[in-house]
C-alpha cells in the first residue's frame, strides 16, 4: 500500500506506550514504521504513566481518582484537535466510564475513525470480577460506548475471527476485520538451554489472574510427582503453597530474558465463559515466539494458532492439564520439537512484516477513502 505524506493520525488509547501488552503488541508494534512512511503520529492515554504505576495496586484511591480526572480532562482537550486530523484512531473506548458522551462527540468531529477492539468487551457479565482491586471502577463500566464505535466507525479491527463477524454486522458499513496480535521475531527469540529444573511459565496482568487461579490445584497435584519452577510473569503478588514458585515482576527491558527462562507455557482460559471467543490468543503467540510449547485450553480462536501436539497441546479437564504437562516435562525431545515448530509458525504468521501488510491496508482504506 501507498502510504500518503502530511497525512495525520490521533491514537486515542487507555494506557502509555510500552506499558500494556494489548497495546504493546498489537498497533503500537507499527507506529515507527507509519512514522517511516509518511505519516504524522500523536498519541493521546487516558491514563498518565504515574497512575499507570499504581493501577492495579490496592489503596491509594485518591491518585487513582485524580489520574482519571486528568484523563476525563485530556480527552475533552483532545476534542479541540479532533479536525485537524486526517484519522482518528480509537483502541478499546474513547473514555472507560460512564456514559457514550464523549464518544459520540469522537464520531461526530473525527473526519474518519478506526475503531480497535481487543477481546470480548461486548459481554457484561466478564466486568465484574470479584478480585479486581478497582470494584467500584468496574462497576462503572459501560459496554455501550463499545457498541456505538462498533456500529458508527468508519473501519472496526477485531482480536479474534469471531468477534469480526459479530462487528462486520453491527458496523453501519459492514467494515470489520481481524488482524492478529504479532510480536518483533528479532527481538522474541529462543534461548535453548537447559534449566536444572523444568521451568512452566506465565505472563499476564492482574486482569487476567483469575486464568491462573482457575489451575491452582494443577500445579498442587503436579508437584507431588514433579519436580518443577512455576515461573509467574506480572504485575502482583502471588502465593501458591507447596508449589515451587518465582514471581517476576514484568519489565520492558527484562521481557525477553524473563520469558527466554521458560521451558513451558501455559495458557489456561474458562470453558465456560463466551468471553474467551474474544480472545486473541497473545499469550500463545509471545510463547511461540521464543520457541517455547503451550499447554493451552482448547477453547475460542486458541485451536486455530496452536495445532494440537504440533505446537503445544491443547487440553480441557484438570486431568488433561497433569497429563500434559507431566508429558511435557519429561520429555525434553518432546518440548525441543514442539518448540521448534511453534517458532516457525511464528516468523511465518505472526511476525511484525507479515502482519504489518494488513494495517497499512486499513490504513490506506480509510485515509484515503
Known amino acids: 500500500m501507498n502510504f500518503k505524506s502530511s497525512k495525520r493520525i490521533l491514537i486515542i488509547c487507555p494506557f502509555p506506550r510500552n506499558t500494556a501488552a ?15 512512511n509518511g505519516y504524522k503520529v500523536e498519541i493521546s492515554s487516558f491514563i498518565n504513566r504515574s497512575t499507570w504505576n499504581i493501577l492495579y495496586k ?23 484537535a479532533l479536525n485537524t486530523f486526517d484519522l482518528v484512531y480509537v483502541f478499546m473506548w474513547v473514555t472507560p466510564y460512564g456514559t457514550t458522551f464523549f464518544e459520540k462527540l469522537f464520531l461526530l468531529f473525527s473526519r474518519k475513525l478506526i475503531f480497535d477492539l481487543e477481546d470480548n468487551v461486548l459481554i457484561q457479565n466478564n466486568l465484574s470480577d470479584k478480585n479486581n482491586p478497582n470494584k467500584i471502577i468496574n462497576f462503572m463500566k459501560n459496554t455501550q460506548k463499545q457498541n456505538l464505535l462498533i456500529k458508527e466507525s468508519d473501519f472496526v479491527i477485531t482480536s479474534s475471527p469471531e468477534l469480526e463477524k ?50 491452582k490445584d494443577v500445579f498442587q497435584e503436579l508437584a ?37 527462562a521458560i521451558d513451558i507455557g501455559i495458557y489456561p482460559l474458562p470453558l465456560d465463559d463466551i468471553w474467551v471467543k474474544g480472545k486473541s490468543g497473545l499469550k500463545a503467540i509471545q510463547y511461540m515466539g521464543f520457541g517455547i510449547p503451550t499447554v493451552a485450553t482448547n477453547i475460542g480462536h486458541t485451536p486455530n494458532i496452536i495445532e494440537n501436539r504440533k505446537e503445544g497441546i491443547l487440553v480441557e479437564t484438570k486431568k488433561e492439564w497433569i497429563i500434559a504437562l507431566k508429558e511435557l516435562i519429561f520429555n525434553r525431545e518432546l518440548r525441543l520439537e514442539m518448540g521448534e515448530n511453534a517458532r ?26
Open 58 to 80: 490496592k489503596r491509594n484511591f485518591l491518585n487513582k481518582f485524580l489520574g482519571v480526572l486528568n484523563g476525563y480532562i485530556r480527552r475533552f482537550k483532545d476534542l479541540f
Open 224 to 260: 507431588k510427582e514433579c519436580d518443577f519452577e512455576l515461573h509467574i510473569i506480572g504485575n502482583f503478588e502471588y502465593e501458591l503453597p507447596d508449589v515451587n514458585l518465582v514471581v517476576k515482576k514484568w519489565s520492558l527491558e527484562e521481557e525477553v530474558e524473563q520469558m527466554q
Open 344 to 369: 516457525k509458525k511464528a516468523v511465518n504468521k505472526y511476525s511484525l512484516q507479515i502482519v504489518s501488510k494488513s494495517y497499512a491496508r486499513i490504513l490506506d482504506l480509510c485515509i484515503n477513502k
Open 22 to 36: 494489548g497495546q504493546r503488541l498489537k498497533y503500537e508494534q507499527y507506529i515507527e514504521n507509519w512514522e517511516a
Open 166 to 215: 459479530i462487528c462486520r454486522k453491527m458496523n453501519k458499513n459492514n467494515n470489520a476485520c481481524y488482524i492478529t496480535s504479532s510480536i518483533n521475531i528479532e527481538r522474541f527469540v529462543p534461548k535453548y538451554f537447559v534449566n536444572k529444573k523444568v521451568v512452566i511459565g506465565w505472563t499476564g496482568t492482574f486482569s487476567s489472574k483469575k486464568y491462573l487461579d482457575s489451575i
